[in-house]
């Protein structure tokens, strides 16, 4: 299965402010990441002074233009750009642009850009196919020295986290993990054995809510804690590479991996953490 067109399919308040808290939105720390390579991107004799943005994420945007460059935000939802643009605060600067149409069918020119951005742009691609094309494209369409920067979610080799859903339900109560954490416990390692492939790296999003949903019928978790959680409800597949999977890839494709960060402050960054790639 390859290029499959997916759509979003969430619950209502995921578009509300209250909710661009991490992880569903960069922590401080993480947007500083981000903001260290546009200002190098600003500074850059040799780099185009644009910024693509793969979705709608309103901080990397804010962020951009901060920094001096043109957004360019492309994502296949115009409700998405919509809903997210608002929560901007440079909402209708002449440097934010906006494009609606699937990463996968961009039609930019080559080296058009001294820098990439995505937040969990590319855990939204369904299938292996479509992860080597669309790095494949920003190669292309990156300039020599210009960089992929980008919060993913990748499972590695030293960090296993919770597989039983009654563990982390036991822990939260305790006051040892934070909500956040509680929620992506859940949502990426308690039901890893019934929705990932190894094979493919595929994960079912939708079937994780299906399961979390009986959990809270059988009584594991209580209505209110479903319904706070169903409020980032999303019937996506999504990718999880193993992170030296994904490096491969990259680096396939003639990236190379430049730096890593993790903001320690939750335990989720043990999978979901910052990298930027440079275009060799």
């Known amino acids: 299965m390859s290029h499959l067109i997916q759509g979003w399919k969430t619950a209502k308040q995921r578009g509300k402010k209250s909710n661009r808290i991490p992880p569903f939105a960069p922590s401080q720390k993480e947007q500083e990441f981000y903001k260290k390579y546009c200002e190098r991107v600003a500074k850059s004799s040799s780099l185009p002074k644009r910024a693509l943005i793969l979705g709608a994420t309103p901080e990397l945007r804010d962020i951009a233009i901060g920094a001096g460059l043109e957004s360019v935000a492309v994502d296949i939802s115009e409700e998405m750009m919509k809903k997210f643009s608002v929560f901007m605060e440079k909402q209708e600067d002449v440097l934010d642009k906006k494009i609606i149409k699937n990463w996968l069918e961009m039609d930019l020119p080559p080296g058009h850009f001294g820098l990439i951005m995505g937040d969990a742009s590319l855990n939204n691609l369904a299938t292996i196919e479509d992860n080597e094309k669309m790095v494949e494209i ?3 369409i990156l300039a020599r020295g210009g960089y992929f920067v980008m919060r ?17 339900v036991g822990d939260y109560r305790a006051n040892k993990i934070s909500w956040e954490d509680f929620f992506m416990e859940l949502r990426i390692n308690s039901f890893k054995d019934k929705v990932y492939s190894s094979k493919n790296f595929q994960y079912d999003a939708g079937k994780v809510f299906d399961l979390i949903e009986e959990i809270c019928k059988d009584g594991l978790i209580t209505k209110p804690e479903y319904e706070r959680i169903n409020t980032f409800r999303n019937n996506l597949i999504n990718s999880f590479y193993p992170k030296y999977e994904f490096v491969k890839m990259a680096e396939y494709r003639k ?4 730096e890593e960060y993790h903001d320690k402050q939750f335990l989720f960054s043990n999978y979901l953490f910052m990298m930027c790639l440079v275009k060799l």
């Not at 993913?152 to 982390?168: C, H, K, L, M, S």
């Not at 990236?255 to 430049?258: E, S």
């Open 255 to 258: 990236f190379k991996l430049l």
């Open 138 to 140: 920003c190669g292309n």
């Open 152 to 168: 993913q979610i990748f499972y590695t080799e030293d960090y296993d986290g919770y597989t039983d859903p009654r563990a982390v």
